[in-house]
């Protein structure tokens, strides 16, 4: 979240494309980047101000909205505001932290480790479900490949659903990041991003996550990897058309 006025106008923005093109569509913003790489690097609003103005997203748009949750004080809070809780990739494995989130009784999407395999996931699973949440996602974000990249692996996709029973989403933009590339920023290829979202969408995933921003280059978060917001339709218009083919040859046997 850069301002109030930069969330609200993406949101309506984006609003606007769902509509357009017929797809269910959840609205994300972060109140906080508790992550990057830098003291120095930006953060948001926090949690107070970033719930308001999530909430005005909603009131406005009508659009579900969802954020990370990073610690067990944020859950009850963020509980109340979002309409999905997202525990973040490097937090992924946190115990109390899943316990809290699921106790908010809201579902929750959790984004899997670069440091995890696909068949790791079923533990983080188990533990929602123990603490009584069962409206799960899972993300794929890919995975660390050396020092300062990412490779996302199709099969991955497959492997959660097949081991868990629960639906998954793909990451796009995420998994074009090269950690740290830029030294006190990470640094990214946002040119990849159509291409592994197509091919995510022909490995057959249930949700696609994407981030976007009117000017990228100039985003205070992330913006080595995010999807220009004026290429946006074009790229979910590929999405839909590799998720169109993929349904049609199922039906077809």
């Not at 990073?70 to 109340?80: L, R, S």
């Not at 990470?186 to 991003?193: A, D, H, I, K, P």
């Amino acid at each position: 979240m850069e301002s109030r006025s930069h969330v609200l106008e993406t949101a309506e923005g984006l609003a606007e494309i769902a509509h357009k093109l017929g797809v269910p569509f959840v609205f994300k913003a972060s109140y906080d980047k508790a992550n990057r790489t830098s003291v120095r690097a930006f953060r948001g609003p926090g949690l107070k101000e970033g719930l308001e103005i999530l909430a005005e997203v909603r009131e406005r748009t009508g659009l579900p909205v969802t954020s990370d949750v990073h610690t067990e004080a944020e859950a009850g809070p963020a509980g109340e505001v979002l309409d999905i809780l997202q525990v973040p990739a490097f937090l992924c494995r946190q115990t109390d932290l899943l316990k809290a989130v699921a106790e908010t009784g809201k579902p929750v999407n959790v984004k899997k480790g670069q440091f995890l395999a696909p068949w790791d996931m079923r533990n983080v699973a188990g533990k929602l479900r123990a603490f009584g949440c069962e409206d799960i996602l899972l993300t794929d974000r890919g995975v660390s490949f050396g020092y300062g990249a990412l490779v996302s692996d199709m099969r991955a996709l497959s492997t959660m659903r097949e081991l868990t029973g629960l639906p998954v989403c793909f990451d796009a933009t995420h998994s074009v990041q090269q950690p740290g590339a830029l030294g006190e920023a990470t640094g990214g290829q946002r040119q990849y991003v159509p291409l592994l979202a197509r091919a995510a969408c022909a490995a057959g995933i249930n949700a696609l996550f994407l981030e976007t921003h009117d000017k990228p280059d100039e985003a205070k978060s992330d913006g080595p990897n995010m999807v220009p917001l004026g290429r946006l339709e074009s790229v979910l218009r590929g999405c839909l058309a590799a998720d169109a083919a993929v349904r049609a040859w199922h039906a077809g046997g």
